[in-house]
């Protein structure tokens, strides 16, 4: 079973950074495709970011994309999602998700994953 804890979420300017990390235990971290994923109040939880689980291939929403960087340490069982520029509408709780796989792909969708951290709140002020 793999246990997935969120971190670095907080208050932040509209304009300023975050970075978010997620720290995995109780499996092979190379095993595992991840992906970030948010949900803003009264809405559905939405896709962000993934990263496969070797050779660190990417993909974004639109949103995001220019603005936020999924990376990983495999050393370090660490998934990090750095954020920039971030606007009033980033705002959101902001799930870490992780999937075993031997596939070298990413997944988008929260359907793919077999388990999810217990989210960070981001709080971006106008």
């Known amino acids: 079973q793999v246990q997935l804890v969120e971190s670095g979420g907080g208050l932040v300017q509209a304009g300023g950074s975050l970075t978010l990390s997620c720290a995995a235990s109780g499996g092979t971290f190379s095993d595992l495709a991840m992906g970030w994923f948010r949900q803003a109040p009264g809405k559905d939880r939405e896709f962000v970011a993934a990263?496969?689980?070797?050779?660190?291939?990417?993909y974004y929403v639109d949103s995001v994309k220019g603005r936020f960087t999924i990376s990983r340490d495999n050393a370090k069982n660490t998934v990090y999602l750095s954020m920039s520029t971030l606007k009033p509408e980033d705002t959101a709780v902001y799930y870490c998700?992780?999937?075993?796989?031997?596939?070298?792909?990413?997944?988008?969708?929260?359907?793919?994953?077999?388990?999810w951290g217990q989210g960070t709140q981001v709080t971006v002020s106008s």
């Open positions: 990263i496969s689980r070797i050779s660190s291939i990417t």
């Open positions: 998700a992780a999937k075993r796989t031997i596939s070298t792909s990413f997944f988008r969708t929260s359907n793919a994953y077999d388990y």
